[in-house]
């Protein structure tokens, strides 16, 4: 089973500032299966970023997501408000089971 | 739009089976590979497994022993069955549909709480 570790465990950052969540494999994935959400408290997640690096629909373009490998990492530009939420990364690679990763709550 | 709706019965006692269903809506249940995801009571998020209407399913090692996953066309719903559930399984059950395209979770449901307590 593959192991995604994310840190911070929490960011606590004012408005306009710049965010850095890390998510960090425990086996080599492939940048094409790796996967972030954004979960707002009483909300199921939501697909934020797929393929490392590809905005899903309606994800505003101050997210970026980069990496390779066993380390990736979600960019928050320029932090709104509406930006407080916990963010997980998933990866599915070519063995079971798809992995989770802990999540990193971001406070604004 | 596509829409997801569980449905679960809220509270069991240890050793019950667990029965959830999702109601899918706006889209065919063979137009894709329908999962269950669970999420703990501490956040922590866990994937079940996937069903398919050709029968193809994966679940989960840790959880395959106890776990059947199911696709009824006729309703276009799939269902969950964990057996012998414990504490352990209490958690906010979702369902959610795989994008083949996307290689992610892209339709959610609203999830449904499931406790187990004696």
């Known amino acids: 089973e593959i192991v995604l570790t994310q840190s911070p465990g929490t960011l606590s950052l004012s408005p306009g500032e710049r965010a850095t969540l890390s998510c960090r494999a425990s086996q080599s994935v492939s940048s094409s299966y790796l996967v972030w959400y954004q979960q707002k408290p009483g909300q199921a997640p939501r697909l934020l970023i797929f393929g490392s690096s590809s905005r899903a629909t309606g994800t505003p373009d101050r997210f970026s997501g980069s990496g390779s490998g066993t380390d990736f990492t979600l960019t928050i530009s320029r932090l709104e408000p509406e930006d407080c939420a916990v963010y997980y990364c998933q990866q599915y690679g070519s063995s079971l089971p798809l992995t989770f990763g802990g999540g990193t709550k971001v406070e604004i | 739009q596509v829409q997801l709706q569980e449905s679960g019965p809220g509270l069991m006692k240890p050793s019950e089976t667990l029965s959830l269903t999702c109601s899918v809506s706006?889209?065919?249940?063979?137009?894709?590979?329908w999962n269950w995801i669970r999420q703990t009571p501490g956040k922590r998020l866990e994937w079940i497994g996937y069903?398919?209407?050709?029968?193809?399913?994966k679940y989960n090692p840790s959880l395959k022993s106890r776990v059947t996953m199911l696709v009824d066309m006729s309703k276009n719903h799939f269902s969950l069955r964990l057996d012998s559930v414990t504490a352990a399984d209490t958690a906010l059950y979702y369902c959610?549909?795989?994008?083949?395209?996307?290689?992610?979770?892209?339709?959610w449901g609203q999830g449904t709480m499931v406790t187990v307590s004696s």
């Open positions: 959610a549909r795989w994008d083949e395209g996307l290689k992610a979770f892209n339709i």
């Open positions: 706006g889209a065919s249940i063979t137009s894709a590979y």
């Open positions: 069903t398919h209407h050709s029968g193809n399913t």
